[in-house]
């Protein structure tokens, strides 16, 4: 089966800019989670989407938003981009018909703020 | 929600058995644990998951006692591709719940010599 995929692999903006990255879950998955990975550092959680809805977001300011399309496929969008927003962005797909159905993670999004 | 507490980092050797404990001392009832391996640049990959007890595959074993406040990721036979970031991960997306930020510790970086 095919797994996660994320596009675009790299990302390259100025600050103030808007960038937008994409996520295609695995087939039959309806949980899509968004993480943040500065370099060096441990996964940030974000954003939590099933079923078309944010169920949960993390600790991170307001330009950081997205949404869930009917096909379960998600978009993360970053508004007003500051250098220390410079990461790679995970994107994670999880089945939750079955109770703590492990996440399945692309390989994420480079997004260089300069 | 859970929080979890690795070592931060530990070296081992081609051919040795390693053993990575993790922390989660208010680990809650339905709480599942659950252990990803990350190499650079990639996303993380599943590698086990458990409730109580041990669990083995193909790859590893996971120990849990039975207060459940700890849990012991078993690597047979290290070699040099086994270097990478292992995260422990606790919690459960409940369905319909407003839970689902699973959060990742800051992980324990493997590094395996010759």
């Known amino acids: 089966e095919a797994g996660v995929t994320q596009s675009p692999t790299h990302l390259i903006k100025t600050r103030g800019q808007q960038a937008t990255l994409r996520c295609s879950p695995i087939s039959g998955h309806t949980s899509v989670y968004w993480y943040q990975q500065a370099l060096g550092l441990g996964l940030q959680f974000l954003l939590w989407y099933d079923e078309g809805e944010e169920r949960n977001r993390g600790n991170f300011p307001p330009r950081f938003s997205g949404r869930q399309f009917p096909n379960y496929s998600s978009e993360l969008n970053v508004n007003a981009l500051e250098l220390e927003d410079s990461a790679l962005y995970l994107c994670?797909?999880?089945?939750?018909?079955?109770?703590?159905?492990?996440?399945?993670f692309g390989n994420g999004t480079r997004l260089t703020v300069t | 929600l859970a929080k979890t507490t690795q070592p931060i980092s530990m070296d081992s050797y081609e051919g040795q058995e390693v053993n990575i404990t993790c922390s989660h001392n208010?680990?809650?009832?339905?709480?599942?644990i659950t252990w990803y391996q990350q190499f650079p640049s990639q996303g993380p990959r599943f590698i086990i998951q458990g409730y109580k007890t041990k669990v083995t595959n193909e790859v590893a074993s996971l120990f849990i006692p039975a207060d459940r406040k700890s849990s012991t990721l078993s690597l047979p036979r290290v070699s040099l591709s086994d270097t990478a970031v292992y995260y422990c991960?606790?919690?459960?997306?409940?369905?319909?719940?407003?839970?689902?930020?699973?959060?990742f510790g800051k992980g324990t970086k493997l590094s395996v010599k010759p």
């Open positions: 208010n680990i809650a009832t339905n709480d599942y």
């Open positions: 991960l606790v919690g459960e997306a409940v369905y319909g719940g407003s839970q689902g930020n699973l959060i």
């Open positions: 994670a797909s999880s089945a939750r018909q079955f109770a703590n159905s492990p996440l399945h």
